[in-house]
């Protein structure tokens, strides 16, 4: 009888290392995405730009490997906007990738739409960026995804970390 109490408490402890309480659990990440136009100046010239939350460029989403961000699009502007996680694979979940008309509708002004980002194999920095006409000029900002904890970048680890965020100049002049 004791020894079948023991074999069932290994097996006990051996399912919940497997599925729930080990160290490298994936994260969920919530944030919001105000989409409204601000007042930028640049080279003493100011402009209303669209932008999210008021920023140019736009916030910085910082996750990890294996990590869900739910990414809660308020439309305040005047035209249809979607999202675009830029080189993120979404796997079996297109539904939020961002192009309109393919894989998911626009959000239209007045209206908000929470956008599921599913990191997988992906790591290092990317970007997002809008995937309506035009907007993408000024709605972009960069995804920092760092290793899953405890495990090593697949390149040498960074001695500092500064993200560069380069746009066209086309785009930034047309609207500034
Ligand atoms: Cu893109």
Request: glycine content about 8%.
């Amino acid at each position: 009888m004791w020894l079948i109490m023991k074999v069932f408490v290994f097996h006990f402890v051996v399912l919940l290392i497997l599925f729930g309480v080990s160290p490298s659990q994936a994260a969920t990440h919530n944030y919001s995405f105000v989409v409204k136009e601000a007042s930028y100046t640049r080279l003493c010239s100011t402009k209303d730009i669209l932008t999210v939350n008021g920023l140019f460029p736009g916030p910085t989403l910082h996750l990890r490997q294996g990590d869900t961000a739910f990414v809660h699009v308020h439309n305040k502007g005047k035209e249809n906007i979607t999202i675009h996680w830029h080189g993120i694979l979404q796997p079996r979940y297109p539904w939020s990738d961002g192009p309109e008309f393919i894989t998911q509708c626009p959000i239209m002004p007045g209206n908000s739409f929470i956008q599921k980002v599913i990191i997988t194999e992906e790591i290092g920095t990317l970007w997002w960026h809008a995937h309506s006409d035009w907007s993408r000029a000024t709605v972009h900002g960069a995804i920092i995804i760092y290793p899953k904890r405890g495990d090593r970048y697949p390149f040498p680890k960074p001695d500092a970390e500064i993200p560069i965020i380069l746009g066209t100049n086309k785009g930034i002049n047309s609207i500034l």
